[in-house]
């Protein structure tokens, strides 16, 4: 194979891995912001829930439950997007955090919608079980966001440096 196929092919790869890598830019961002409002969700039924407010705790819930409901398909689709070579770096850790947050909502929308409002229940320990999901979800969706800017950095580097490095290779 000459020097030139050899410049052209290594763009292409370089390219098509930058454009998916935009792709999943775009549903990670989307998972990001619905993840933003689901924290902040989040606090306010961990609060509602520790002052025993049985119906805002439940209202809370609920709608936590909602947006879960929107970050957990988000999750679980970016693979779907990626380049194979990117697939690598993504492996048990997407896996790892989707089903982390599937668990994390399950347990939420259990407590909210049928532990809290059964009057007479203690939930304290229920709530406790649903926070420590949580706290696992949060740690694994903070470790992935992490990893996957550090990954698309590096593709829009390697783009860039074989930009300058070509120069005028069309």
């Known amino acids: 194979m000459d020097a030139t196929l050899s410049r052209v092919i290594s763009v292409f790869s370089i390219a098509v891995g930058f454009i998916?890598?935009?792709s999943v830019e775009a549903q990670m961002g989307m998972a990001h912001n619905r993840w933003d409002l689901a924290k902040q969700q989040y606090e306010r039924f961990v609060d509602a829930a520790e002052s025993g407010n049985r119906d805002s705790a439940a209202a809370e819930g609920v709608r936590l439950s909602e947006f879960m409901g929107q970050v957990c398909p988000l999750i679980r689709d970016i693979g779907q997007k990626l380049h194979p070579q990117d697939i690598q770096w993504l492996g048990d850790r997407g896996r790892a955090l989707s089903s982390a947050c599937s668990k994390a909502s399950v347990e939420i929308g259990t407590l909210a919608s049928?532990?809290?409002r059964e009057v007479g229940y203690d939930y304290g320990s229920d709530l406790d079980q649903a926070k420590d999901y949580w706290e696992d979800f949060e740690y694994?969706?903070?470790e992935?966001?992490?990893n996957f800017a550090k990954r698309h950095a590096e593709?829009?580097?390697?783009l860039r440096a074989f930009e300058e490095e070509c120069g005028d290779c069309d």
């Not at 593709?155 to 390697?158: F, G, H, Q």
């Open 155 to 158: 593709l829009v580097a390697a």
């Open 20 to 22: 998916l890598s935009n």
């Open 114 to 116: 049928v532990k809290i």
């Open 140 to 142: 694994l969706f903070n």
């Open 144 to 146: 992935l966001w992490t």
